[in-house]
């Protein structure tokens, strides 16, 4: 039998109080003690850690990127709180050698570390864009978005200031990176919404380095992508998540996501015109026959426009469970073809943003 390694084991922990007995069972596998959220460093002889801690807190996804960066050979084991999917992808993204689901009994987690120990000495897991400028954008938009979006579940106590936190790290890395490689990054995202919002947020920014706008106008649009659909938030869970088409009534529920994040966003405070324009009309078509409004013609603002454009392109190249996404020069065939519906002078410009950007 392979020996286990001798030394230290850290539990890092947001929650203390109910760590005590995790502690404890850790302590039978090897000396250990427990850090708080703020002090995420490695004792010199650390052999392995545990961290239970809120994977959806951007300054602790930043901190633990840190410290796994200068002791990427430890093994790591995750507890995963609620979050399904984000939670999940943000574990595996810092490289966890096992996650196991929060209500997991000390004792179990005890033995899972104990043979994490007894294997060899393993290479180095990879922090998956240890210095990619794309997955860490992709963790800290993602991390906004969660805020976002159960924010605007529980309570509606949305803060426009968390958003912009998400901004300038997906224009950086659409810009550095290109698009291609920001929609194979938040392509692999199981959550539909969470998907969905993070590829119509880095195709806005593609549009908006395209169009040469200035930076604040570049922020803005992003901003506007990454809250049209918070009225989602507010859509029962099995409409939203459904794994194939939505019948009629359904659909009709479905729509009614521009209308609740509307008046969700009027009721947090804080929102410009223009941002409560997009979360309404990002459906409306320049024929009349969008909804919830029916708008017409000028009576869309080129924002929403703009947004519209990228909300239908995204839907059409992402992946869903029950069809293939379609290809650029596919989805491109339909934008082209809903003439009198779309600006189609602005879906040109998209078309050449896109292809300018790498996707
Ligand atoms: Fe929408
Ligand atoms: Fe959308």
Same mark, same amino acid.
């Given at each position: 039998?392979?020996?286990?390694r ?22 039978? /596998?090897?000396p ?48 995963? +709180? ?19 689901? %929060? ?15 007894r ?6 897991v ?5 210095? =990619? ?10 991390? /906004? ?19 912009? %936190? ?20 938040? +392509?692999? &995202?199981?959550?539909?919404? &969470? ?24 922020e ?20 939203l ?11 009709a ?18 929102? %410009?015109? =223009? ?29 929403? +426009? ?6 239908? &392109? ?16 596919e ?6 073809g809903?003439?009198?519906?779309? %600006? ?15 996707a």
């Open positions: 039998m392979i020996p286990m001798a030394g230290t084991l850290v539990l890092f922990s947001d929650r203390p109080g109910s760590g005590v007995s995790l502690l404890q069972a850790l302590d039978g /596998v090897a250990c003690r427990m850090r708080p959220a703020t002090r995420l460093m490695p004792a010199g002889d650390c052999i392995g850690f545990v961290a239970d801690l809120d994977l959806l807190q951007p300054s602790l996804l930043r901190g633990l990127r840190a410290l796994i960066a200068e002791a990427p050979h430890l093994p790591r084991l995750f507890l995963l +709180r609620q979050g399904g999917e984000r939670t999940a992808s943000a574990a595996r993204g810092l490289g966890a050698t096992l996650c196991l689901p %929060d209500g997991t009994s000390p004792e179990d987690v005890a033995e899972a570390m104990r043979g994490q120990l294997r060899p000495s393993p290479p180095p990879p922090v998956r864009g240890q210095g =990619s400028v794309i997955a860490q954008a992709a963790d800290r938009a993602g991390a /906004v978005l969660a805020g976002l979006l159960d924010a605007a579940r529980a309570t509606g106590a949305v803060d426009p200031l968390l958003i912009d %936190d998400g901004l300038d790290p997906i224009l950086d890395a659409v810009g550095e990176a290109g698009l291609g490689a920001w929609l194979d990054t938040v +392509r692999a &995202y199981d959550d539909a919404t &969470y998907q969905h919002c993070l590829l119509v947020a880095g195709l806005a920014a593609t549009f908006a380095i395209g169009l040469g706008l200035r930076t604040r106008d570049r803005h649009l992003v901003r506007a992508a990454l809250v049209h659909d918070v009225g989602k938030a507010r859509i029962p869970l099995e409409i998540n459904k794994a194939g088409p939505l019948d009629p009534a359904e659909r529920v479905m729509r009614t996501h521009t209308t609740l994040g509307h008046a969700l966003l009027i009721e947090a405070g804080g929102f %410009d015109q =223009s941002l409560l324009a997009v979360v309404r009309h990002h459906h409306e078509l320049l024929d009349g026959t969008g909804y919830p409004d029916r708008l017409a013609g000028a009576a869309i603002p080129d924002i929403v +426009r703009l947004i519209t454009v990228c909300d239908i &392109y995204a839907a059409l190249i992402e992946r869903r469970p029950y069809r293939a996404p379609l290809s650029t020069a989805a491109f065939r339909i934008l082209r809903m003439d009198g519906k779309l %600006d189609l002078a602005l879906v040109r410009s998209f078309e050449q943003a896109v292809a300018g950007m790498g």
